[in-house]
């Protein structure tokens, strides 16, 4: 079946430090990739998506391209703030499917 | 525009109490959702609808009913609460074709004694 698997948290960094959070899927055929953030105390929000091979999704200085020979999409930013302090998750809508398959999150703690 | 709104924010029930949370969208979108978060397990479908009158099974539905009787509108019933049930509820909604955005509301904490 379709399934998430990102890099477990908290992941902890200083600030203007480069950022990678690993996300690897399973889908047949090709699905939809995102990414969305989690603020403490709100709903989550869109960051950025891909819905086809080789695709660049990019949003807020956050990037990630969606590589179907390793079938992953990670999450990069070149100098992370503390305002980035968040939940992020990685997800996949498989196609001829508007559900969408969850990762469990990772927590990222910018210090200043 | 206020997107996806949730009531109530917050809300205590006793094991046994019943409650329904309200969800409502102004985006004219197709299908809703209900979700549950819970610490270290990410989100969980509870219930979604893809349409006005429609609703369909998500990955936890024990325990839980839903209505979609208007198409903005997206309830959540817990008829006898238990404390397996407290959790951080949240709504989305998504205009209805594949690779759609879901649009999420601000949640709903709810605690069961």
């Known amino acids: 079946g379709n399934s998430v698997t990102q890099m477990e948290g908290p992941v902890t960094l200083s600030e203007e430090a480069f950022l990678t959070i690993n996300c690897t899927y399973t889908?047949?055929?090709?699905?939809?990739l995102f990414w969305y953030v989690q603020y403490p105390g709100e709903g989550l929000q869109l960051l950025l998506k891909?819905?086809?091979a080789d695709d660049k999704g990019s949003n807020k200085g956050f990037e990630a391209t969606y590589r179907k020979e390793t079938t992953s999409f990670h999450l990069e930013k070149g100098s992370v703030q503390v305002s980035d302090s968040a939940v992020y998750f990685c997800a996949l809508s498989a196609p001829s499917n508007y559900q969408l398959i969850w990762g469990a999150g990772t927590k990222l703690i910018i210090k200043p | 525009n206020a997107g996806v709104t949730q009531t109530p924010k917050f809300r205590v029930l006793k094991t046994g109490q019943s409650m329904t949370l309200l969800c409502a969208q102004d985006m004219n979108h197709e299908y809703m959702y209900w979700y549950r978060q819970d610490p270290g397990m990410g989100l969980r479908l509870i219930h979604y609808?893809?349409?006005?009158?429609?609703?369909a099974k998500g990955e936890v539905p024990d325990g839980y009913n839903v209505s979609r009787l208007k198409k903005q509108n997206f309830l959540l019933g817990l008829e006898s609460a238990a404390p397996s049930q407290t959790s951080v509820y949240f709504c989305?909604?998504?205009?209805?074709?594949?690779?759609?955005?879901?649009?999420f509301g601000p949640g709903t904490r709810l605690t069961v004694l």
């Open positions: 889908a047949t055929g090709y699905p939809s």
């Open positions: 891909a819905t086809k």
């Open positions: 989305a909604s998504s205009p209805g074709q594949e690779g759609d955005t879901q649009y």
């Open positions: 609808s893809v349409g006005e009158g429609t609703t």
